[in-house]
T-cell receptor, first 112, second 116 residues
Framework: GEDVEQSLFLSVREGDSSVINCTYT??????LYWYKQEPGAGLQLLTY?????DMKQDQRLTVLLNKKDKHLSLRIADTQTGDSAIYFC????????????FGSGTRLSIRP | NAGVTQTPKFRVLKTGQSMTLLCAQD?????MYWYRQDPGMGLRLIHY???????AKGEVPDGYNVSRLKKQNFLLGLESAAPSQTSVYFC???????????????FGPGTRLTVT
């Protein structure tokens, strides 16, 4: 069945780059997402990438997609304390409202 | 705009009690969803709705019921709460884009439910 896997924790020093990795199983995924959840809040869409793209850059965020290995990564440049959150990888096919599959989330903590 | 709001924020129930969680959105979105979030697991879809008066089952619907009588509201009911339903519940909504649900879902802040 469909599955999205990511490591549970990541700790980086302030100012360094953070790289959060994700693997997925459904090769028919059309959209791949990164959601951010800050403490006590709901998830917020951070960025997304279509399956026909290899890379997407948006300010400090870079998303890389390796379709052959079904691997998605999120790189945050110059990590700041405000980046502390849980980051969820998710995948979906565009045709179904009910079929967004979320990973278990990676908790990013920032060391001074 | 308030976006997606959820009521209540916290609740403690005893086994067998019932309750209703309310989700409201003021963005005129067609689609609404209820998820549960458990430690070490991704969000799992309980039920969803593609429009007023319609509902459908998600991945983990057992023990829950939903209603969408008004476009802006989506209610999640627990008829007889069980400890396994202790979780954080999130509501989300999305709009129609090219005849389908948009890729972006807007989430509420969550309801933390404990069943003892």
């Amino acid at each position: 069945g469909e599955d999205v896997e990511q490591s549970l924790f990541l700790s980086v020093r302030e100012g360094d780059s953070s790289v959060i990795n994700c693997t997925y199983t459904d090769s028919s995924s059309t959209y791949l997402y990164w959601y951010k959840q800050e403490p006590g809040a709901g998830l917020q869409l951070l960025t997304y990438i279509f399956s026909n793209m290899d890379m997407k850059q948006d300010q400090r965020l870079t998303v890389l997609l390796n379709k052959k290995d079904k691997h998605l990564s999120l790189r945050i440049a110059d990590t700041q304390t405000g980046d502390s959150a849980i980051y969820f990888c998710a995948e979906s096919m565009s045709s179904s409202a009910s079929k967004i599959i979320f990973g278990s989330g990676t908790r990013l903590s920032i060391r001074p | 705009n308030a976006g997606v709001t959820q009521t209540p924020k916290f609740r403690v129930l005893k086994t067998g009690q019932s309750m209703t969680l309310l989700c409201a959105q003021d963005m005129n979105h067609e689609y609404m969803y209820w998820y549960r979030q458990d430690p070490g697991m991704g969000l799992r879809l309980i039920h969803y709705s593609v429009g007023e008066g319609t509902t459908a089952k998600g991945e983990v619907p057992d023990g829950y019921n939903v209603s969408r009588l008004k476009k802006q509201n989506f209610l999640l009911g627990l008829e007889s709460a069980a400890p396994s339903q202790t979780s954080v519940y999130f509501c989300a909504s999305s709009y129609i884009y090219s005849g389908q649900a948009s890729y972006e879902q807007y989430f509420g802040p969550g309801t933390r439910l404990t069943v003892t």
